[in-house]
T-cell receptor, first 114, second 113 residues
């Protein structure tokens, strides 16, 4: 069974640009969550999607958005990039609908903003 | 919102020794407490989790204990091996039907051979 796939793995952008990151969950998983990982702030929850609906959103500005498609694939978008957006963006999928159970993480998309 | 504090930030032990990592959480409604291990350059992976109706759970060399009254949970690794070297994250979430983990800041464990 294929794991969670994230693309692109690495990207470099400049301030003011926007970026779109993609996540393909494990087959059969309908819940997709996104986390931002930085050395200073650790792992922070961005949002969660289930059946194409955003179910929960973390404490991030509106520049951060996402969506989920009918095949459970998800994308997140960051507009008007700032230097502080440089981070590893991790996508995780899960089988369960509740708040428990394993999250299966992808290898992440490492974004550098210059 | 929930706040999870994790200590220590770094931990160095000799191979074969035990390692203990401690976390406290702030929201008494939290009911699920997983631990994730992240090796250098790799993705986080679940190593063990505990629900609030259980006080302790073991899986071979690792165990987690939970004290709901004190809002405190700990990871115990016995007979440490060099391959246990990684960053360990504790996390908490509550039963809102939604999946949002609040992670601790991580503990870098170094097992010296």
């Amino acid at each position: 069974k294929a794991g969670v796939t994230q693309t692109p793995r690495y990207l470099i952008k400049t301030r003011g640009q926007q970026v779109t990151l993609s996540c393909s969950p494990i087959s059969g998983h309908r819940s997709v969550s996104w986390y931002q990982q930085t050395p200073g702030q650790g792992l922070q929850f961005l949002f969660e999607y289930f059946s194409e609906t955003q179910r929960n959103k973390g404490n991030f500005p509106g520049r951060f958005s996402g969506r989920q498609f009918s095949n459970s694939r998800s994308e997140m978008n960051v507009s008007t990039l700032e230097l502080g957006d440089s981070a590893l963006y991790l996508c995780a999928s899960s089988l369960s609908q509740g708040n428990t159970g394993e999250l299966f993480f992808g290898e992440g998309s490492r974004l550098t903003v210059l | 919102g929930e706040n999870v504090e994790q200590h220590p930030s770094t931990l160095s032990v000799q191979e074969g020794d035990s390692a203990v990592i401690k976390c406290t959480y702030s929201d008494s409604a939290s009911n699920y407490f997983p631990w994730y291990k992240q090796e250098l350059g790799k993705r986080p992976q679940l190593i063990i989790d505990i629900r609030s109706n259980v006080g302790e759970k073991k899986d071979q060399r690792i165990a987690v204990t939970l004290n709901k009254t004190a809002k405190h949970f700990s990871l115990h690794i016995t007979e440490t091996q060099p391959e246990d070297s990684a960053v360990y994250f504790c996390a908490a979430s509550k039963n809102t039907g939604r999946r949002a983990l609040t992670f601790g800041s991580g503990t870098r464990l170094q097992v010296q051979p």
